[in-house]
């Protein structure tokens, strides 16, 4: 008799799975969640009434091939975290609070262990951004996918009122751009950073080098930051006009997507210091800035643009918040024909 389990797709492990990862999920949950873990569709009580005209707020995405560096370390307790940061702080710029989360993990054949780890890590950045992880689907699809690789994707949903809305569209000239501080490259620029430092410079995860806090893959590795609570925190106290996700495509692409017509950004890159990893790939790679700065976020994860008279208490609540932040540029005026970001110092 041929069974399921013959093809490849292992039911008992699959249910094993749900089992081991019940606590995980349940730790995650906000007041609002009706429904535990196992159900068709997971429910959340939306409280409409806290909202007087209340927009939800939706994103999605992935960790990219930021995975292979987990695959070669062997090590899936952090790319979880990533998978949460990359959706909710897409949804956080908008000034949205982040509501629930929901996960799809798929691989060739499941390894309850492996997959445990990673929903871990998942629970751990669904609690960083202050959301509950009300559902996912784990895909066992025999063949599909390399032995002990897997792919990630997640949905966040959030919700912010009307009129507290962080569209850009009140962003002047005079403004002043203030950068908060990334953990490293996030989760973009991965396929360009292994080539780089795999392929050409012939390092491994486990190579130690002058200037790194750790070895190559555990720099790789570092954890996305998830900047929902600290959004939240400083559109309260002030008058924050604009918000920029930094990912791929780095300041370069991401800061204009947020402006309105007429204006520009001028960004003084002396104005911080961008991680040893950055210009390690620049010189392993001889990769010139300009490429640098439309790859990668170079050390700045969050962008706020916020009237200049409230620059100084935005970079001091910042840092009360445990966050590194500067003041790296201003708005201009542009007619259009200008280069969105330019970079002076």
């Known amino acids: 008799m041929t069974t399921y389990r013959d093809a490849g797709v292992d039911i008992d492990a699959g249910d094993e799975f749900v089992d081991r990862i019940k606590p995980l999920v349940r730790s995650t949950f ?10 068709f569709g997971g429910l959340f009580g939306f409280q409409a009434a806290k909202y007087k005209d209340p927009v939800l707020v939706s994103g999605t995405d992935g960790v990219g091939t930021k995975l292979k560096i987990a695959f070669m370390m062997d090590k899936h307790d952090t790319v979880g975290i990533d998978l949460v940061a990359m959706c909710v702080n897409d949804i956080a710029v908008s000034g949205a609070e982040p509501l629930f989360f929901l996960d799809y993990f798929a691989t060739g054949k499941l390894s309850v262990a492996k997959a445990q780890e990673v929903v871990a890590g998942i629970a751990d950045g669904c609690r960083q951004a202050g959301c509950a992880l009300i559902g996912g689907e784990t895909a066992e699809m025999p063949s599909f996918y390399p032995d002990g690789e897997y792919d990630l994707a997640g949905f966040a949903v ?6 507290k809305m962080i569209d850009g569209r009140h962003i002047v000239p005079g403004d002043a751009i203030v950068g908060v501080a990334s953990s490293g490259l996030h989760s973009n620029g991965y396929s360009l950073a292994r080539r780089v430092l795999f392929e050409q410079a012939k390092l491994t995860v486990s190579s130690r080098l002058s200037g790194l806090d750790g070895s190559v893959g555990e720099v ?6 998830i900047y929902a609570k600290q959004i939240l925190a400083l559109v309260g106290q002030f008058p924050i006009r604009g918000i920029a996700h930094i990912t791929g495509g780095g300041i370069t692409e991401n800061l204009p997507r ?4 007429g204006v520009g950004a001028r960004i003084i890159r002396s104005a911080w210091s961008a991680p040893p990893i950055f210009d390690l790939m620049s010189r392993l790679g001889h990769i010139d800035w300009e490429e640098m700065y439309r790859v990668f976020n170079m050390g700045i994860g969050l962008v706020l643009v916020v009237p200049s008279d409230s620059v100084n208490g935005v970079l001091a609540h910042v ?15 542009s007619n259009g024909d200008e280069p969105g970001v330019e970079y002076v110092g």
């Open 258 to 261: 947020v402006f309105p017509k």
């Open 30 to 39: 906000r007041p609002e969640v009706l429904t535990d873990l196992g159900g």
């Open 158 to 163: 959030g919700a912010v009122d009307r009129s």
């Open 319 to 333: 840092q009360t918040l445990g966050e590194r932040a500067w003041r790296i540029g201003e708005i201009v005026s």
């Open 220 to 225: 790789l590795l570092t954890p996305t930051k």
